[in-house]
């Protein structure tokens, strides 16, 4: 069993950058897609971003030009580079890898944006 472990969350004042990743415990082999969503208190979780394989990607409007997801290394298959954060970008972010056979979800990391 696969463990995705989100890490690089914290609190930024706005205008500010964070790097999440997201790393797993054993090598993810026939990856598809991999996303990154967020979840704020009091609201649905949502898309962030997606990038395939094949280096494809696609963001939510509110984050278009903000954000940049990429692939890394196989036991940190995704990032996600969030600069000119916001205070609305304030959430838990989640990775997701999906892969020919399984689908793993990560617990989560905090990111909080001061005014």
């Known amino acids: 069993q696969v463990q995705l472990v989100e890490s690089g969350g914290g609190l930024v004042q706005a205008g500010g950058s964070l790097r999440l990743s997201c790393a797993a415990s054993?090598?993810?082999?026939?990856?598809?897609?991999m996303y990154w969503y967020r979840q704020a208190p009091g609201k649905q979780r949502e898309l962030v971003a997606a990038?395939?394989?094949?280096?494809?990607?696609n963001y939510a409007d509110s984050v278009k030009g903000r954000f940049t997801i990429s692939i890394d290394n196989t036991n940190t298959p995704v990032l996600l580079q969030m600069n000119d954060l916001k205070p609305e970008d304030t959430a838990v972010y989640y990775c997701?890898?999906?892969?020919?056979?399984?689908?793993?979800r990560g617990q989560g990391t905090q990111v909080t944006v001061s005014s």
């Open positions: 054993k090598t993810i082999f026939s990856i598809n897609t």
């Open positions: 990038i395939t394989s094949d280096g494809i990607t």
């Open positions: 997701r890898v999906v892969a020919a056979r399984y689908d793993y």
